[in-house]
């Protein structure tokens, strides 16, 4: 009756049109106000406690790190190295910015945030080179998704708060997925383009390898200061951010010289008003999770997947089809923050590692970065390239079946993922 009346509340809330957030606390609300005789002081209680958290710091630092990072010159630095790097291999030109997406998803966290700074430089120069503008843009589009599985990861640490989870582990398993994944869109992309007889190459010279690399180092330098920082055990996952955030205003203002103390305001009130967002849908998504645990329905959820004794596997493949179509209506801290505590009672039963299926739920996530209606990464894509929103989705679609069959295969081999993390620890 419980999930009934609180999924069903949150379904009528969504189809009138109501923001996701809102959706969440005002079914929340609605059970514990009129179905329940929790005092109605548990709401602000709730609310007030599920943002008290340390590790939830570090998304205001990474956010104003990225924003930083974007404004100081620090992508285009990068695409540079990225081309000197692979530009001379037939359609280099394309590898390098998913190369670059790498690099700047390392440092940035954020999805949305690799596919402007990346996307908003390479779209135009691939056209200029000759590639086809949906092309350009469909790469771009499903290539910034890594922002959110190469570590630091705001999902991540939404996962991590969320389920319990040590922050660190899952920034270690992230990294060879979103290597995995960004080599397979690579390989992929020559593929593609050697097939279409498109693209050129430009002659592969060691001077512009260094030099570009050498102007690229204070960014390239912020990935050693996060995960070694982090690794070693000199500063924790939100101790990280706020040191990123200081390190990515000082060589965008003193190192690189390209953020003026003009824009200074504008990268401040971005920053603020992308974190506001984010915590009122974690505040949201909070009291929703107390009102299903209080009520034990993840519980009532285990029990009955056990009751259909359904092999691992099974289990998996039912999570994946799940995630992807809640992708298709929600927005990704949402989910985490709603299905997480869920699953999280049948992980032990399943025999699932909980940082593995961190590392599942994350690569979900991107690909509903990508998938029509509420995909973020097909409307910021759209407003760079200029194309419609449908023409962004049929062209983000060739690589978006790149990105489930490398989720298919990180989910059903975990040593994939596990592997760097029980090395190091």
């Known amino acids: 009756m419980t999930a009934l009346v609180v999924f069903g509340s949150l379904l009528v809330f969504l189809l009138l049109g109501v923001p996701v957030a809102i959706s969440l606390g005002l079914s929340s609300m609605i059970y514990i106000v009129f179905l329940t005789d929790m005092p109605d002081m548990v709401i602000a209680q709730k609310i007030f ?10 998304i205001p630092f990474f956010i104003l790190a990225s924003n930083f990072l974007s404004s100081g010159g620090v ?28 690099f700047f ?11 402007v700074a990346i996307g908003s430089i390479m779209i135009p120069a691939l056209v200029r080179n000759g590639y086809d503008i949906r092309f350009a843009t469909g790469l771009m589009a499903c290539s910034g998704s890594l922002g959110i599985l190469i570590p630091p ?13 040590s922050i660190g582990k899952l920034f270690i398993a992230g990294i060879v997925p979103g290597l995995l994944l960004g080599i397979t869109l690579m390989a992929v992309t020559y593929i593609v383009v050697r097939r279409k007889g498109i693209g050129s190459t430009t002659p592969f010279s060691v001077k512009e390898l260094v030099e570009s690399g050498l102007d690229a180092v204070w960014g390239l330098i912020l990935i050693v200061i996060i995960m070694g920082g982090i690794y070693s055990g000199v500063f924790t996952p939100t101790e990280a951010a706020a040191v990123a955030a200081v390190y990515s205003f000082l060589i965008a203002k003193f190192a690189y010289r ?14 603020a008003s992308m974190s506001a967002m984010l915590m009122f849908i974690i505040a949201n998504a909070m009291i929703f999770a107390f009102v299903l645990t209080a009520e034990d329905v993840p519980q009532q959820f285990a029990d009955f997947i056990i009751g259909k004794e359904l092999p691992s596997w099974a289990f998996l493949a039912l999570v994946n089809i799940l995630l992807w179509f809640a992708g298709d209506f929600m927005e990704p ?24 299926f961190g590392i599942i739920m994350t690569m979900n996530m991107e690909v509903g970065m990508i998938t029509p209606p509420v995909g973020l990464n097909l409307y910021v894509a759209a407003g760079i390239s200029g194309l419609g929103l449908t023409a962004v989705m ?7 079946l790149v990105m489930i069959v490398a989720l298919i295969f990180v989910t059903y081999f975990p040593f994939v993922s596990l592997a760097l993390v029980d090395f190091l620890y």
């Open 75 to 102: 992508a285009g630095r990068m695409i540079r190295f990225a081309n000197a790097m692979v530009g001379w291999i037939r359609g280099g030109l394309p590898m390098a910015g998913i190369l670059a997406c790498i």
């Open 49 to 58: 406690t599920s943002l008290d958290s340390f590790p939830l710091m570090a």
């Open 394 to 400: 049929r062209a983000a679609l060739p690589w978006m």
């Open 333 to 356: 801290s949402s989910i985490i923050l709603i299905l997480a505590p869920i699953f999280l009672p049948l992980l032990e039963q399943m025999q699932i590692d909980p940082i593995h």
């Open 258 to 271: 390209e953020l003026e103390w003009g824009d200074l305001p504008l990268v401040l009130r971005e920053s």
């Open 105 to 115: 998803s390392a440092v940035s966290g954020s999805s949305p945030a690799t596919v």
């Open 153 to 165: 990861s705001i999902i991540m640490i939404i996962y991590g708060v969320s389920t319990q989870q």
